[in-house]
Nanobody
């Protein structure tokens, strides 16, 4: 199983970015899909989560600005980030809880993508 992230970059405050996370391999079923982030000197934090049925949860700091979504047919998750702030600067990681052929459900992590918001 492999998770490939894309979409990070440098943007001015108030701008937007869209992150993608594509899962590939011998995937039988996907449960939850999350976005986490880690800023320099800080612990990794959960930003948003989407359950298999489509229910979503968000960290208070991003509510109303970020939207998580998933395309089950493509095993892909997205994070639309609007009204970005300098404090959103971090490495963003996707985390997917899935069942692959020959194993039970477990978490897989992407390689991370840098998001930098300039003031």
């Amino acid at each position: 199983v492999q998770l490939v992230e894309s979409g990070g970059g440098l943007v001015q405050a108030g701008g937007s970015l869209r992150l993608s996370c594509a899962a590939s391999g011998s995937i039988l079923s996907i449960n939850t899909m999350d976005w986490h982030r880690q800023a320099p000197g800080k612990q990794r934090e959960l930003v948003a989560r989407i359950f298999s049925g489509g229910t979503t949860t968000y960290a208070d700091s991003v509510k109303g600005r970020f939207t998580i979504s998933r395309d089950n047919a493509k095993n892909t998750m997205y994070l639309q980030m609007n009204s970005l702030k300098p404090e959103d600067t971090a490495v963003y990681y996707c985390n997917v809880n899935l069942r692959a052929r020959g194993s039970w459900y477990k978490d897989y992590w992407g390689q991370g993508t840098q998001v930098t918001v300039s003031s």
